[in-house]
């Protein structure tokens, strides 16, 4: 059995590739590229700006970041949401926007008032993406394994010894996340560090908020799904399939089951293999005669 493929029952991953194109291209358009841009001084000392805080998480500042991010979304992430579900992984990525909110924002505050560094904070989800990377290299089994032999390719033998190399189908999601990591430099090597710190937290079960805490959050799940209602239609169809092959088998008019019961009960009635096959010739005149 294959897997369904694009993002068939994948809402979450769905929307967060949607998300990831089109708020940087809404952004661009409108020329709202300065509000995302966040450091302690200015926009909060002086201009008292705290929601930015809020928004800085919510878009990439340049192409290059965007595309990482829906490779990395559409190439790997989608194998989380099989294996949490839907709604878990939904849950998930609202706990790691908050606590990458409520974490960034407590160590730039202490790095500005403790040592007088203004840490410049990258715009986008860095945390979130590397909160869900230690559950993908967690869950996500390898799918294969290739070693390679460097010693044959470069015709370089040291000590007499063969030096092979291991890769699986997870260098390319380690390729992109390191491109991401140092994409901003010192400041998204902060970020994402911190991300898959809180990821690493989370997964352990050391922070005190999980995914069921956040049961109030699966009526909105479900109103942007319409989850519910394709359940419900599918369970109906089951139920209607299911009513219909019922009726099938008890709508056999009576004197049809009477007739049935009395070839079963007659022992006398040869068997339809005892019965000889009857030529061509006799059917067309058996109809003829009825």
Sequence with gaps: MSLPKGFKFLHVTAGLTICIIAIPLAVSIFDWKPYFMFAWDPFITKWNQFWRL?????????????????????????????????????????????????????????????IGWNLFIPSGPFGVFFGLYYPYIKYIPDVYLAEFDIGNIASIKPLGEDISVSITDKFSAHFFYLLLFFSEGIPSMIVCSIGYFIGYL??????????????????????????????????????????????????IPGNESQAIDLVDDDTNVPSREDTPVRTFGQQMLDTFRR
């Design 202 to 251: 989370y997964f352990h079960d050391l922070i005190p908020l999980s995914d069921s805490s956040l049961d109030y959050l699966d009526p909105i799940y479900y109103k942007l799904t319409h989850e519910k209602e394709y359940e419900a239609r599918s369970n109906s169809d089951d139920i209607t399939e299911n009513t219909s092959s019922s009726n099938n088998t008890n709508d």
């Design 54 to 114: 809020f928004i800085i998480q919510l878009q990439f500042q340049n192409q290059s970041e965007v595309t990482i991010g829906v490779v990395i979304t559409i190439l790997k992430l989608k194998g989380l949401e099989r294996v949490f579900g839907s709604l878990k992984l939904f849950k998930i990525i609202i706990l790691l926007l908050f606590y990458n909110f409520i974490i960034i924002s407590t160590v730039s505050f202490t790095l500005f008032k403790t």
